[in-house]
């Protein structure tokens, strides 16, 4: 029996009268590395909002494990178990490589202002177990010889990889990727695909991705969903889908 990790049903929202999404409709089994594609405009951004709560239903319900996350606040809902990264890299650029880590853990921080101010001995235990926790993801990213290098002075594929390692230190059940290989050339593309798949095979973690690159899609992505208008227009085999007529149309437009 597969474990379901997340549950859109009949999801939708509107902002001011214009329907963004509508009917949305989506189940992801443990484990499964699924693409959401469409043309620019069709609502995927969007989706992932809904999703980590930056935005509100108007309709539907979204079930993470089960357990409904509709009105939860996006620190909440990572808390919950739902990560994600973002079209435009969003990094703590003066802060160190293993900083920009220690914040995303710190949802598993316990110790009280009083022990920090005071740099107790909860402070120094919990900051030495985050520290040791960073280290070892940034190891395995191989990232780890960056450590202590800002953030802002890595190259654009290692800030796109660093994105992605910050969020892993969330210990995601279901990981979002709002089109990773954005802007990146083939080398970094290439290099991309082996970090999601050692996410996946590795970790086991749950992933969803936004994405342009078909190369990218139709490497790694077991199953596809294409979302148009706000509406899912096809799922299914990724090389069958890139070939359906009603696809092509979407991203083409219709022939005379």
């Known amino acids: 029996m597969t474990n379901q990790v997340l549950s859109c049903k009949n999801v ?22 699924i693409g959401l594609i469409g043309p620019n405009g069709a609502g995927k951004t969007t989706v992932f ?7 509100t239903p108007t309709e539907g319900e979204i079930l ?17 178990g739902i990560a994600r990264t ?15 880590l220690k914040v995303a853990a710190n949802k598993d921080m316990r110790y009280s202002i009083f022990s920090g101010m005071f740099r107790l001995g909860g402070y120094w235990r919990e900051e ?8 070892e993801i940034l190891d395995i990213f191989d990232m780890g010889k960056h450590a202590y290098k800002y953030a802002n002075s890595l190259s654009y594929g290692e800030q796109r990889k660093l994105e992605i390692a910050r969020a892993m230190a969330t210990d995601p059940k279901l990981l979002l990727l ?13 290099e991309l695909m082996d970090t999601i798949m050692l996410i996946r095979n590795e970790f086991g973690i749950t992933t969803l991705l936004i994405e ?10 077991e199953r596809l969903m294409v979302l148009n208008y706000g ?12 070939n359906d007529p009603l696809v092509i149309e979407a991203y083409l437009g219709k022939g005379e």
């Open 12 to 33: 939708g929202i509107n902002f001011g009268g214009l329907q963004a999404v509508q009917d949305f409709n989506l189940t992801i089994d443990d484990g499964e590395l």
């Open 49 to 55: 909002n809904l999703i980590t709560g930056v935005y």
């Open 64 to 80: 993470l494990s089960g357990i409904n996350i509709i009105g939860k606040m996006p620190h909440q809902i990572v808390r919950y």
């Open 86 to 100: 973002f079209q435009n890299i969003r990094l703590f650029d003066h802060l160190s490589v293993l900083d920009n």
């Open 128 to 135: 030495s177990e985050v520290t040791d926790k960073a280290i």
């Open 178 to 190: 709002d089109e990773p290989a954005a802007g990146m050339n083939p080398t970094e593309t290439d």
């Open 212 to 221: 342009h690159d078909m190369r990218l899609v139709l490497g790694i992505c």
């Open 231 to 242: 509406q899912i227009l096809a799922e299914g085999n990724p090389r069958d889908i890139v």
